[in-house]
């Protein structure tokens, strides 16, 4: 079954579920990124998800009017069991498994089953993780 969900500029992208329930979108045969957005102006503890498919890396950025997070970047194969992914952060070019307010991140996530960011704490506000995955 294929459903359909709209994209930041608001156009429609086709999603369909993968074998764990989690939301996957269908390749359309582009070779462009696609926009994913995992979080939206969450004010709490939450965790974001995609479905990996044939992506190779995540180009994230995390942003929102909150004072304080902690988020961390995870990834599962297949026993479903998520554990830390390491990323480059954009503005210095270190690396990392965890990211804050006003950060961009590349993230390599080919091979995994799922990716997923991991909002433990949100002081003072929102945030909101979007990005283009390729």
């Known amino acids: 079954m294929i459903l359909y969900g709209v994209n930041a500029n608001g156009v429609e992208i086709p999603l369909s579920l993968d074998s764990t329930g989690a939301l996957q979108i269908v390749s359309s045969g582009s070779s462009g990124p696609t926009d994913v957005t995992l979080l939206n102006a969450v004010t709490t503890a ?3 998800s995609l479905a990996v498919g044939n992506y190779k ?3 994230l950025e ?3 009017t909150a004072t304080s997070i902690a988020l961390a970047f995870k990834g599962s194969l297949a026993s479903g069991a998520n554990t830390p992914v390491a990323g480059v952060r954009k503005s210095d070019f270190s690396t990392g498994t965890t990211g804050g307010m006003g950060e961009v991140w590349t993230i390599p996530i080919a091979g995994l089953q799922t ?3 991991d909002l433990t704490t949100v002081t ?3 945030v909101t993780v979007k990005g283009k995955v390729s």
Do not use: H, K
Request: hydrophobic share 40%; no cysteine; net charge negative.
């Open 46 to 48: 939450t965790v974001g």
């Open 57 to 59: 890396e995540i180009n």
């Open 62 to 64: 995390i942003y929102g």
């Open 115 to 117: 990716f997923v960011v």
């Open 124 to 126: 003072g506000g929102n």
